[in-house]
């Protein structure tokens, strides 16, 4: 493509999806609202707060698709969840909608179904069950991406990402784990697979314990190749956490935890 846009490409997964999606497009348009940097020859630097509308647009100016990583990733009080990925992520769609661009990688979060319990398998069709501010805001990102392609025909794949590290670091991430090649492999898929209409996609390696089928996104003929087996040793070799501790019981971990926050 021409000119591919990846927000929140100050971020842990940005900083590593800048450097690998380069060969994907003649230019990439970088955005954060933290510094980005020098430009490389092949990209553009845009600094832009995402509840600004005027600012999205403007970023989205020219692009052929989006990887939307922009946002907070954690937990948080709900005002600024909802500037960023509430307000943000709708900008998003609607500076999509008036300027033409028809592909969009959302990338959504194992915390949209975190209530699960990690006995749980799920498919692209079970309800969410968001365990955190955080996990009910990528849950609406994901609604917006559905309205969005049923309404005017934009086509998004949303990546309920698991836990992308170096490596896994604690058991829970033993299922959850998501290598970078995988991760970049699966942006491909995202990118390039012709016709993926409005698909969810859960995005883990091929781990030997999984609680996610992808039966339902096999179309964009991802093919996971790592898994978080070579780590095994090293993450039980770590004190053993208690078998009612949260991060051993729901598929969120210990985001079910978390706040609530003074607003």
């Known amino acids: 493509m021409n000119r591919l846009l990846i927000t929140g490409a100050a971020g842990g997964l940005g900083k590593v999806l800048r450097e690998r999606l ?6 990439l348009r970088l955005s954060d609202l933290s510094a980005l940097g020098t430009a490389a020859p092949n990209e553009e630097l845009f600094q832009c707060d995402l509840s600004d509308a005027a600012a999205v647009h403007e970023m989205m100016s020219g692009v052929d698709a989006v990887v939307h990583l922009g946002g907070i990733s954690v937990e948080a009080a709900f005002k600024p969840i909802l500037d960023a990925n509430i307000v943000g992520v709708f900008n998003l769609y609607e500076s999509a909608r008036k300027l033409g661009v028809k592909r969009i990688v959302f990338a959504s979060s194992n915390h949209v179904i975190g209530f699960y319990k990690q006995t749980d398998k799920l498919d692209a069709d079970a309800p969410m069950r ?33 836990s992308s590290f170096p490596e896994p670091l604690d058991r829970r991430m033993m299922a959850t784990y998501l290598s970078y090649d995988d991760l970049t492999e699966l942006m491909r898929c995202a990118l390039q697979t012709p016709n993926v ?35 095994r040793t090293k993450v039980e070799a770590q004190p053993q956490v208690p078998a009612d501790d949260p991060m051993m019981v729901y598929q969120g971990g210990r985001f079910v935890t978390h706040g609530p926050f003074d607003i």
Not at 199 to 214: E, K, P, Q
């Open 22 to 27: 380069a060969p994907f497009a003649k230019t």
């Open 130 to 162: 968001p365990d955190s501010l955080y996990g009910i805001s990528k849950g609406f990102g994901e609604l917006m991406s559905r309205f969005y392609f049923d309404r005017y025909g934009i086509e998004t794949v949303c990546v309920r990402i698991g």
């Open 197 to 231: 209409g409005h698909t969810i996609v859960y995005g883990a390696s091929d781990n030997r314990d999984s609680w996610w089928d992808n039966s339902k996104a096999a179309h964009l003929g991802w093919q996971p190749k790592d898994s978080s087996e070579p780590f």
